[in-house]
Nanobody
Framework: QVQLVESGGGLVQPGGSLRLSCAAS????????MGWYRQAPGKERELVAA???????NFADSVKGRFTISRENAKGTVFLQMNSLKPEDTAVYYC???????????????WGQGTQVTVSS
């Protein structure tokens, strides 16, 4: 069974930083793209940042220059470093990974449980 486990959310003041982590686990998995999405109250879930297995990154315009994404392929982990946080970054952040398994060889989206990030003074 594939699982994505997140950690690192919390409450931070405007201008502060947080680092989110996500670890994928499961038998005989092959991880393709990994990324982070977020969903604020009353809004749709949106892509924040993504990274391919070769390291190519993609960011939402609203976080460019403030957030970075990285991954450790050998450990199946992905990180989101968030700097210069703003109140509008407040949301539940979800880890996403496109994973192939022996049972499902076609890459399939898997999601973490979500972690709350609140930016407030």
């Amino acid at each position: 069974q594939v699982q994505l486990v997140e950690s690192g959310g919390g409450l931070v003041q405007p201008g502060g930083s947080l680092r989110l982590s996500c670890a994928a686990s499961g038998m005989d998995i092959s991880i393709n793209d990994m990324g982070w999405y977020r969903q604020a109250p009353g809004k749709e879930r949106e892509l924040v940042a993504a990274v391919t297995s070769s390291g190519t990154t993609n960011f939402a315009d609203s976080v460019k220059g403030r957030f970075t994404i990285s991954r450790e392929n050998a450990k199946g982990t992905v990180f989101l470093q968030m700097n210069s946080l703003k109140p509008e970054d407040t949301a539940v952040y979800y880890c996403n990974a496109k994973i192939s398994t022996l049972v499902r060889p076609r890459p399939t989206d898997y999601w973490g449980q979500g972690t709350q990030v609140t930016v407030s003074s």
